[in-house]
T-cell receptor
Framework: GENVEQHPSTLSVQEGDSAVIKCTYS??????FPWYKQELGKRPQLIIDIRSNVGEKKDQRIAVTLNKTAKHFSLHITETQPEDSAVYFCAAINTGTASKLTFGTGTRLQVTL | NAGVTQTPKFHILKTGQSMTLQCAQD?????MSWYRQDPGMGLRLIYY??????TDKEVPNGYNVSRLNTEDFPLRLVSAAPSQTSVYLC????????????????FGDGTRLSIL
């Protein structure tokens, strides 16, 4: 089955700096890679996703890159703000089968003033 | 739409007791799943169902589910153990194979369960 590894487990950046979270996956058939943000005490919410036919996707200050050959994908947050502080989860799935969405172990991002 | 609704939000059980965590969605999603969330462990899948009438187990023991209809996906702890203390999250989405587009999972608010 799919295995997703996520690094780092914790990340502290100063407000205005960039943050990068990296994930690797094991199943080359995986073709959909969502990222979720979970604020303290709240449910995970989708923030951005990417399909395997695209190398990069951007939404304002958030971008995701995908390297299919190396089987890794990354979340980039620019100009970080205190409200970006949360736990971020990457995930992977092969949407062509009834397979499950496999999550990484999460990254706790702390944006300091 | 209410989205994904989980009840209860909090509960305390004694070891050996049984309990059913409720999950309902009103988005006509075929795919539903249960995760447990523990510090440093991310989201671990417990059970999932691709459609009403089907379920698939991800972890071996201690849990049961049923999927009698599209909307509801209850999770039952058969004989609670302290190791099952966790936050349980239910999620739903369209069944991916039916749609050639991105269909993210929608999560409920979770049930925080403590087993003494």
């Amino acid at each position: 089955g799919e295995n997703v590894e996520q690094h780092p487990s914790t990340l502290s950046v100063q407000e205005g700096d960039s943050a990068v979270i990296k994930c690797t996956y094991s199943d080359s058939a995986s073709n959909y890679f969502p990222w979720y943000k979970q604020e303290l005490g709240k449910r995970p919410q989708l923030i951005i996703d990417i399909r395997s036919n695209v190398g990069e996707k951007k939404d304002q200050r958030i971008a995701v890159t995908l390297n299919k050959t190396a089987k890794h994908f990354s979340l980039h947050i620019t100009e970080t703000q205190p409200e970006d502080s949360a736990v971020y989860f990457c995930a992977a799935i092969n949407t062509g089968t009834a397979s499950k969405l496999t999550f990484g172990t999460g990254t706790r991002l702390q944006v300091t003033l | 739409n209410a989205g994904v609704t989980q009840t209860p939000k909090f509960h305390i059980l004694k070891t050996g007791q049984s309990m059913t965590l409720q999950c309902a969605q009103d988005m006509n999603h075929g795919y539903m799943s249960w995760y447990r969330q523990d510090p440093g462990m991310g989201l671990r899948l417990i059970y999932y169902s691709a459609a009403a009438g089907t379920t698939d187990k991800e972890v071996p023991n201690g849990y049961n589910v049923s999927r009698l209809n599209t909307e509801d996906f209850p999770l039952r702890l058969v004989s609670a153990a302290p190791s099952q203390t966790s936050v349980y999250l239910c999620a739903s989405s369209y069944y991916y194979a039916d749609r050639d587009c991105n269909q993210p999972q929608h999560f409920g608010d979770g049930t925080r369960l403590s087993i003494l």
